[in-house]
Protein backbone atom coordinates (compact mmCIF):
# COMPACT_ATOMS: atom_id res chain seq x y z
CA UNK A 1 0.00 0.00 0.00
CA UNK A 2 1.14 3.69 -0.39
CA UNK A 3 1.87 6.13 2.42
CA UNK A 4 3.26 9.26 3.04
CA UNK A 5 6.52 8.61 4.98
CA UNK A 6 9.38 10.34 6.74
CA UNK A 7 12.23 8.53 7.72
CA UNK A 8 14.06 11.90 9.66
CA UNK A 9 12.61 14.89 11.25
CA UNK A 10 12.82 18.42 9.60
CA UNK A 11 10.20 20.58 7.05
CA UNK A 12 7.57 19.28 5.03
CA UNK A 13 9.61 18.40 1.96
CA UNK A 14 11.49 14.88 4.29
CA UNK A 15 7.84 13.60 3.67
CA UNK A 16 7.81 11.35 0.64
CA UNK A 17 5.06 8.82 -0.77
CA UNK A 18 6.61 5.18 -0.47
CA UNK A 19 4.75 1.32 -0.68
CA UNK A 20 4.95 -0.05 2.75
CA UNK A 21 3.24 -3.02 4.28
CA UNK A 22 -0.10 -3.29 5.05
CA UNK A 23 -1.10 -3.19 8.68
CA UNK A 24 -2.08 -6.44 10.17
CA UNK A 25 -5.05 -6.79 12.58
CA UNK A 26 -5.62 -8.72 16.32
CA UNK A 27 -8.40 -10.37 17.46
CA UNK A 28 -9.76 -6.61 18.89
CA UNK A 29 -8.57 -4.63 16.10
CA UNK A 30 -10.00 -3.10 13.07
CA UNK A 31 -8.49 -2.12 9.79
CA UNK A 32 -9.89 0.55 8.14
CA UNK A 33 -9.38 2.13 4.80
CA UNK A 34 -8.32 5.50 4.78
CA UNK A 35 -10.51 7.88 2.70
CA UNK A 36 -9.47 11.35 4.12
CA UNK A 37 -7.38 12.41 6.34
CA UNK A 38 -5.60 15.76 7.83
CA UNK A 39 -1.91 17.48 8.43
CA UNK A 40 -2.19 19.10 12.14
CA UNK A 41 -0.41 20.93 14.10
CA UNK A 42 0.54 17.34 15.88
CA UNK A 43 1.09 16.06 12.58
CA UNK A 44 3.87 19.26 11.87
CA UNK A 45 5.24 18.85 15.17
CA UNK A 46 6.38 15.21 15.02
CA UNK A 47 7.77 15.50 11.69
CA UNK A 48 10.03 18.62 12.47
CA UNK A 49 10.46 17.17 15.92
CA UNK A 50 9.97 20.65 17.26
CA UNK A 51 9.53 21.14 20.08
CA UNK A 52 12.97 19.48 20.46
CA UNK A 53 11.31 17.21 23.73
CA UNK A 54 8.85 15.78 20.92
CA UNK A 55 11.93 13.43 20.39
CA UNK A 56 11.50 11.74 23.95
CA UNK A 57 8.11 9.95 22.68
CA UNK A 58 9.23 10.12 18.79
CA UNK A 59 12.61 8.61 18.74
CA UNK A 60 16.12 10.48 19.60
CA UNK A 61 18.03 10.41 16.08
CA UNK A 62 15.44 9.72 13.68
CA UNK A 63 11.16 8.96 13.78
CA UNK A 64 10.34 5.48 15.09
CA UNK A 65 6.36 5.94 13.18
CA UNK A 66 7.60 6.86 9.68
CA UNK A 67 3.91 7.20 9.01
CA UNK A 68 2.31 10.19 10.35
CA UNK A 69 -1.35 11.47 10.48
CA UNK A 70 -3.86 11.04 13.54
CA UNK A 71 -7.65 11.99 11.99
CA UNK A 72 -9.16 10.00 9.71
CA UNK A 73 -12.31 8.57 8.23
CA UNK A 74 -12.78 5.95 5.95
CA UNK A 75 -14.37 2.42 5.40
CA UNK A 76 -14.32 -0.83 7.76
CA UNK A 77 -12.36 -3.44 5.76
CA UNK A 78 -12.08 -5.76 7.95
CA UNK A 79 -12.41 -6.66 11.24
CA UNK A 80 -10.64 -9.21 14.31
CA UNK A 81 -12.75 -12.38 15.67
CA UNK A 82 -13.31 -10.04 18.93
CA UNK A 83 -14.52 -7.35 17.06
CA UNK A 84 -18.76 -6.70 17.36
CA UNK A 85 -18.90 -3.01 17.61
CA UNK A 86 -17.97 -2.97 13.76
CA UNK A 87 -18.36 -4.42 10.43
CA UNK A 88 -17.04 -4.82 6.83
CA UNK A 89 -18.52 -1.55 5.20
CA UNK A 90 -18.87 0.45 7.54
CA UNK A 91 -18.34 4.50 7.59
CA UNK A 92 -15.95 5.29 10.37
CA UNK A 93 -13.89 8.34 11.53
CA UNK A 94 -11.64 8.48 14.08
CA UNK A 95 -8.19 9.83 16.16
CA UNK A 96 -5.26 7.84 16.29
CA UNK A 97 -3.07 10.23 18.12
CA UNK A 98 0.39 8.38 19.63
CA UNK A 99 0.02 5.50 16.98
CA UNK A 100 -0.58 8.10 14.00
CA UNK A 101 -0.78 5.93 10.81
CA UNK A 102 -3.63 7.71 9.04
CA UNK A 103 -1.56 9.31 5.93
CA UNK A 104 -1.62 5.62 4.53
CA UNK A 105 -4.16 3.93 2.59
CA UNK A 106 -4.73 1.19 5.29
CA UNK A 107 -4.87 1.51 8.93
CA UNK A 108 -4.78 -0.39 11.91
CA UNK A 109 -7.14 0.61 14.89
CA UNK A 110 -8.15 -0.57 18.47
CA UNK A 111 -11.96 -1.09 18.31
CA UNK A 112 -12.67 0.39 21.64
CA UNK A 113 -9.64 3.28 20.68
CA UNK A 114 -11.12 6.55 19.33
CA UNK A 115 -13.03 5.62 16.26
CA UNK A 116 -16.98 5.92 15.63
CA UNK A 117 -18.93 5.21 12.97
CA UNK A 118 -20.24 8.61 10.89
CA UNK A 119 -23.32 10.06 10.95
CA UNK A 120 -25.18 10.26 7.79
CA UNK A 121 -25.39 12.49 5.20
CA UNK A 122 -21.83 13.62 6.21
CA UNK A 123 -18.88 13.09 3.71
CA UNK A 124 -15.35 11.43 4.75
CA UNK A 125 -14.00 15.18 4.23
CA UNK A 126 -16.03 16.49 6.90
CA UNK A 127 -15.66 13.80 9.27
CA UNK A 128 -11.99 13.48 9.38
CA UNK A 129 -10.92 17.04 10.43
CA UNK A 130 -13.52 16.83 13.52
CA UNK A 131 -11.36 15.17 16.39
CA UNK A 132 -8.05 16.43 17.21
CA UNK A 133 -9.82 19.98 18.35
CA UNK A 134 -13.06 17.76 19.84
CA UNK A 135 -10.15 15.47 21.68
CA UNK A 136 -8.03 18.40 23.51
CA UNK A 137 -11.21 20.46 23.89
CA UNK A 138 -12.93 17.56 26.00
CA UNK A 139 -9.49 16.78 27.65
CA UNK A 140 -9.10 20.48 29.16
CA UNK A 141 -12.65 20.84 29.87
CA UNK A 142 -13.04 17.31 32.05
CA UNK A 143 -9.78 18.44 33.97
CA UNK A 144 -11.11 22.11 34.75
CA UNK A 145 -13.38 20.39 36.74
CA UNK A 146 -16.50 22.41 35.03
CA UNK A 147 -19.67 21.68 37.59
CA UNK A 148 -23.18 22.82 36.46
CA UNK A 149 -23.92 26.64 37.03
CA UNK A 150 -20.45 27.48 36.32
CA UNK A 151 -20.06 29.97 33.87
CA UNK A 152 -17.05 29.49 31.61
CA UNK A 153 -15.06 31.77 28.82
CA UNK A 154 -13.86 30.12 26.31
CA UNK A 155 -10.54 32.13 25.23
CA UNK A 156 -9.29 31.68 21.61
CA UNK A 157 -12.96 29.81 20.50
CA UNK A 158 -12.68 30.56 16.36
CA UNK A 159 -9.79 27.61 16.66
CA UNK A 160 -10.18 24.01 16.24
CA UNK A 161 -9.79 23.49 20.45
CA UNK A 162 -11.97 26.62 21.74
CA UNK A 163 -14.59 26.45 18.76
CA UNK A 164 -15.24 22.61 20.12
CA UNK A 165 -15.37 23.78 23.55
CA UNK A 166 -17.80 25.49 23.18
CA UNK A 167 -20.01 23.30 20.81
CA UNK A 168 -19.35 20.49 23.98
CA UNK A 169 -20.12 23.05 26.40
CA UNK A 170 -23.25 24.27 24.25
CA UNK A 171 -24.42 20.88 23.29
CA UNK A 172 -23.83 18.51 26.75
CA UNK A 173 -23.29 21.17 29.31
CA UNK A 174 -21.35 20.45 32.96
CA UNK A 175 -20.66 17.33 33.56
CA UNK A 176 -19.00 16.47 30.50
CA UNK A 177 -19.61 12.79 29.06
CA UNK A 178 -16.86 10.14 30.22
CA UNK A 179 -16.31 6.90 28.09
CA UNK A 180 -17.30 4.06 30.19
CA UNK A 181 -14.01 2.99 31.59
CA UNK A 182 -14.48 6.40 33.80
CA UNK A 183 -11.21 7.85 31.74
CA UNK A 184 -11.72 11.24 29.63
CA UNK A 185 -13.95 10.87 26.60
CA UNK A 186 -11.52 10.78 23.72
CA UNK A 187 -14.39 12.92 22.01
Not at 94 to 111: D, I, K, Q
Request: aromatic share 8%; glycine share 12%.
Amino acid sequence: MKAAVHNRYGPPDVIRVAEVDKPSIGDQDVLVRVHATTVNRTDCAYRAASPFFVRILTGLARPRRTVLGTEYAGVVDAVGSGVTSFKAGDRVFGYNEGRFGTHAEYLSVPHDGAIATMPSGVTFEEAAPGTEGSHYALAFLNKAGIRPGQDVLVYGATGAIGSAAVQLLKHHGPPLPRCATGRTWNW
